[in-house]
């Protein structure tokens, strides 16, 4: 992928946030190959960009296999003072945040949609092996776990452009803990199973109106669908 630098990924052993994000039908392009790995091209190579410009501070990595990704933030070496967890926990999520809000606006620019869960939890990643024909890598944890099988089999099923984040608790004590102001806080509504981002819109003044449009498309057109997130996406630009 011209214009993609590459970094390792570091071993990682601690709490943070996992997101693990597909793109929606991706099963019907695939009757189309030229569509399919056009969809792929653009995914890897925005999802790797957009790690690539996450805060050092609080990195994004990001692992792509096939239509979906698997991105987790920070780096397990950072030490807190007394009290300071929620507030590190906070930047952790708004870079998350922030990574899964480029990445989706960059594709439904491209008109296709992706979904996604994410989750707060322990997560641990090892890189093991790298050889000329394999490269082999340890991922385990609770947060992996949690958002891969919501992605999955989670209640309720999530829709294009969905991207579901929890647990709840937690969501919520870091939204209380921010003494900062946050855009990708701000676009954070509790639901059904979690907290959804609204990462479409600019503000959560425009929730009623893009709700209504998309429920009523959604019943009838893929297309349209794509056409009222890409919309209000575009607002945001």
Not at 34 to 56: D, G, H, P, T, W
Not at 156 to 161: W, Y
Request: with cysteine; aromatic share 10%.
């Amino acid at each position: 992928m011209a214009g993609v630098t590459t970094m390792p990924i570091e071993s990682f052993n601690g709490e943070t946030f996992v997101a693990f994000l597909d793109i929606c039908g991706f099963k019907e392009m695939m009757n189309t190959p030229r569509k399919a790995e056009s969809a792929l091209n653009s995914f890897f190579q925005v999802a790797y960009q957009e790690a690539e410009r996450s805060e050092i501070s609080q990195p994004v990595n990001c692992i792509a296999v096939s239509d979906s990704a698997i991105a987790f933030v920070g780096r397990d070496d950072l030490r807190t003072e007394s009290g300071s967890k929620s507030l590190v926990d906070a930047s952790r999520l708004i870079s998350m945040l922030r990574f899964v809000r480029n990445v989706a606006k960059a594709m439904i620019n491209g008109n296709v949609a992706i979904n996604g869960s994410i989750s707060y939890g322990h997560l641990e990643y090892q890189k093991k092996y790298e050889g000329a024909r394999m490269v082999k890598a340890m991922l385990l944890g609770s947060a992996y776990l949690s958002a891969l099988s919501d992605v999955e089999d989670g209640k309720p099923k999530l829709k294009p452009g969905q991207i579901r984040v929890k647990p709840k608790k937690k969501i919520e004590e870091l939204i209380n803990a921010c003494s900062f102001d946050s855009s990708e806080l701000s676009l954070l509504m509790s639901g059904a199973g979690g907290y959804y981002f609204y990462w479409m819109l600019d503000s959560m003044r425009d929730k009623s109106s893009f709700e209504g449009e998309f429920s009523s498309c959604y019943s009838r057109r893929y297309d349209e669908t794509i056409s009222v997130l890409k919309r209000y996406a575009q607002c945001r630009s």
